[in-house]
């Protein structure tokens, strides 16, 4: 005969995974502070610095500048390698790099004048993600499902595809002191085909759902004792993550089954073939997840910071994202989700005008270029600028604070008010600064 003890090994073994990989209630934390304009967010997270002067950001001037002498020994400007356009009724500059997403342009909303507190890319990475470099901090799709939870409760609240798991890229979706459950489920790595892009553990192979239930009745009956015992929040979390965990066995699988999407759709975001497949299927499950009731959707792009190898990495780069991006954009709008749904493109920094091997470029926090789409921002919009030669934000300038702020802004959370009170204080994701840039709600 099973003991007790036996039962509670078997029941957390099998369940374990999925408790402590991060899986959010379904349960709603409170209602928005006002109404909301988006009800989700999709972060595409582009890692390494995206050069804002090879992208959304044209610099004449720099490029005149050609060949002469930089700002440090050795180093000369750079002129980008590439043309720009306007397009589009609302005439946005992008680089012939995007020719898919320049059919997009009057969805955008460019942020010309980002700007960051650090040049590092851990800690560049880490405050774009959690508002701080200094300390681990809850991250910004954490905190976006503590305050509103979850529209599914058999998915995950906050979701992240592809993570950035080295160089202490974990803490970047921690919940850190907020409930555990609120804490990103992740999804893949850099080297994982998008085709075989699955969560481990998902299934039990030794045991049947009533089996299981059983297990999990058990083990949830101790949890309980053990929480009206201690109070711990903690334990609270592994309870609501073990719920999930058992109804996330049926639904999870569903929602990343692209085999009933059509060919025109796989087509449409280049999840067909190379070299957009793998991150073409990262933004139709996206989509799905955006479509079932996730909350924050992260999706990862390596491999953007380019010191010496500019032309090749930005032509493949660029290669491997247009299509799926615009495609992602096109599809949200045709399905009557885009105007809830804030999407938003972006990486740690930008680049320097200047470079000592000419085929590169160097980390710059001082100025970049990030955009939105969707959910209450104003389409076919620019909104700041940088000096001349892209060095600098000098106009409508946004720090990472600013758009936080906004972003919370815009589902409907005033980021003053989202505050949770720990080690005596209470913190938030602006910490204390942030402004709502307002110049570009819609």
């Known amino acids: 005969m099973t003991s007790r003890r036996q039962l509670l090994q078997q029941a957390s073994a099998g369940f374990g995974y999925l408790a402590f990989a991060g899986m959010a209630s379904g349960e709603g934390r409170m209602a928005s502070h006002f109404p909301a304009l988006a009800k989700r967010v999709i972060f595409l997270c582009m890692r390494g610095g995206p050069s804002h002067m090879e992208t959304f950001d044209p610099k004449p001037e720099l490029t005149r500048r050609h060949g002469e002498p930089g700002r440090n020994k050795g180093t000369k400007m750079l002129g980008s390698r590439w043309k720009f356009a306007k397009h589009g009724q609302s005439g946005i500059d992008i680089v012939e790099l995007f020719p898919e997403l320049a059919r997009q342009a009057d969805k955008l909303c460019v942020l010309r004048g980002m700007h960051t507190d650090n040049e590092n890319h851990p800690q560049a990475l880490q405050q774009l993600h959690t508002g701080s470099f200094q300390f681990v901090r809850p991250s910004m799709g954490s905190w976006t499902v503590y305050g509103l939870g979850s529209e599914n409760e058999s998915l995950p609240g906050f979701i992240s595809i592809n993570p950035l798991t080295a160089l202490g890229g974990l803490s970047y979706y921690s919940s850190a002191f907020l409930p555990a459950s609120t804490s990103a489920t992740l999804l893949g790595n850099a080297n994982q085909p998008g085709a075989k892009l699955q969560l481990g553990n998902i299934t039990n192979s030794r045991l049947d759902n009533v089996a299981q239930r059983q297990q999990l009745d058990l083990l949830q009956a101790m949890n309980r004792d053990l929480l009206a015992q201690t109070g711990d929040p ?142 209450g921002v104003k389409a076919g919009h620019i909104h700041g600028a940088t000096d001349d030669l892209g060095i600098e934000a000098i106009d409508g300038k946004v720090h990472i604070h600013d758009l936080h702020a906004t972003m919370l802004h815009l589902l409907g959370l005033d980021h003053e008010r989202l505050t949770f009170r720990y080690g005596g204080r209470d913190f938030r994701l602006t910490d204390v600064k942030g402004k709502v840039v307002k110049e570009i709600l819609a």
Request: aromatic share 8%.
């Open 234 to 375: 903690r334990v609270e979390g592994i309870i609501s993550s073990y719920e999930l965990a058992f109804r996330m066995q049926g639904e999870l699988p569903r929602v990343m089954d692209l085999s009933s999407e059509s060919k025109a759709t796989l087509q449409l975001y280049g999840a067909d073939k190379s070299p957009t497949e793998t991150f073409g299927r990262q933004c139709l499950l996206a989509r799905r997840f955006a479509e079932a009731g996730v909350r924050f959707i992260e999706i990862s792009h390596m491999e953007w910071d380019l010191h010496g190898s500019l032309q090749s990495g930005m032509t493949r780069n660029c290669s491997q994202i247009d299509k799926p991006i615009a495609g992602l954009l096109h599809d949200l709008d045709q399905r009557g989700l885009l105007e809830d749904t804030l999407v938003l493109w972006g990486g740690e920094f930008g680049r320097t005008p200047d470079d000592a091997t000419q085929d590169g470029r160097g980390h710059n926090n001082k100025g970049y270029s990030m955009w939105m789409a969707g959910g």
